[in-house]
């Protein structure tokens, strides 16, 4: 473990409302420090895969800013030198032409395409008797840099994958809430997303990170059972916990699971 007072944190000199882009250095390591402004009531910083996040309310003061900004790098820097390896930054996964794809008992092939239209699309194929394969058509417009086909084929998987996947997402949920929730749902759909793992509205629907389909099956339920538990408590209250932990007892080990293998998790 590495003494965090010895970090350099980085001044960051912010320009509200645009994003502002640094960089610390932990443990030998460089972590890329994205601050962006939203409307949001609090300030708050993650440690992913695009580095050190950091969220900050519109219409707060700079001095405010400055002061949420170098507690929270000092909080990331303490955080990451005592597991460097843990926040080690990876590359993203790179997609190819025919490639094979195992996610969640199901297997995947890979079709990449380009066509001649102004955005990109995915297509889902039926599923070969001989292989037991699915196919995606990852249609990619013509013309696109390197980076923007980088950019646009993990959300194009996520996309397929979502496609596939979704009618079985919508009757696990619905089976645990009539089992144990018994609450109003609304809709339950899967969505491209690297920081959170779900997400529940005022309004019941339900949004599940595609990633989390790279998760053992008891994880995957626990944050299901998480946010079905918002139907009744639509925050992180202590009620809210004891809902979580009649339905899944050990969701403090999925929650460590989820921590650990968060950058080990994505499309």
Not at 229 to 243: D, G, Y
Request: charged content about 25%; some cysteine; aromatic content about 8%.
């Amino acid at each position: 473990m590495s003494d965090p007072d010895a970090f350099a944190i980085p001044r960051v000199p912010l320009q509200p409302p645009a994003e502002t882009r640094a960089e610390m250095q932990v443990a030998g390591l460089t972590f890329p420090v994205i601050v962006s402004h939203e409307r949001r009531r609090d300030a708050r910083a993650s440690i992913g895969r695009r580095g050190v996040l950091i969220r900050l309310p519109v219409g707060e003061s700079v001095a405010w800013c400055d002061r949420q900004v170098a507690s929270l790098l000092h909080w990331a820097a303490r955080t990451i030198g005592r597991d460097p390896g843990r926040f080690r930054i990876r590359p993203p996964r790179v997609y190819h032409h025919d490639q094979r794809l195992s996610v969640a008992e199901s297997e995947f092939r890979l079709h990449l395409e380009y066509a001649d239209r102004a955005t990109n699309a995915v297509r889902l194929g039926e599923v070969d008797r001989t292989t037991g394969c699915r196919t995606l058509r990852l249609i990619l417009a013509n013309g696109l840099s390197q980076a923007q086909r980088d950019h646009a084929l993990p959300r194009l998987v996520s996309r397929g994958l979502a496609l596939a996947k979704e009618p079985e997402l919508r009757g696990h949920v619905e089976h645990l809430n009539d089992e144990f929730f018994r609450r109003p749902l609304g809709t339950v759909r899967y969505r491209y997303a690297r920081t959170r793992w779900g997400s529940c509205s005022a309004r019941g629907n339900i949004s599940i990170a595609t990633r989390l389909l790279l998760a053992p099956p008891e994880v995957f339920e626990y944050v299901l059972v998480h946010e079905l538990a918002h139907l009744v408590e639509l925050n992180h209250s202590p009620r809210f916990w004891r809902l979580v932990e009649l339905v899944v007892p050990d969701f403090r080990d999925h929650q460590a699971w989820l921590r650990r293998h968060q950058e080990d998790c994505q499309i």
